[in-house]
């Protein structure tokens, strides 16, 4: 039920952001985030947040996928080993989502 209350709770604050910044964004012809950010403060700050952007998602994200993903193969083959014969294990490059 908590989750349900959050989505009818965030309706207000959506929608008071969206009669905000939908016109601004329409008037200024901007369609990116990236895009506005170098309109209003310069190409560096485009370039800092494309990469912020594409570190958070490959730390975070793939981090989360890898682990959901050999937790989720390991329920259903019994097996800590991704491959018979050793699979990651053997692989000449320790990983952290191997140890175990």
Known sequence: MPVANW????LPGLSALLWIFVPLYVRN???TMPEYLER???GRAR????CLTIASYVL???ALVF???GFALERMWGSTGWLPYGGWRSSPVPTPFTAG
């Open 47 to 50: 370039t800092l947040y494309a």
């Open 29 to 31: 012809n901007i369609a």
């Open 60 to 62: 975070v994200n793939f």
């Open 40 to 42: 209003r403060f310069g």
């Open 7 to 10: 989505e009818w709770l965030v």
């Open 67 to 69: 682990y959901t993903g």
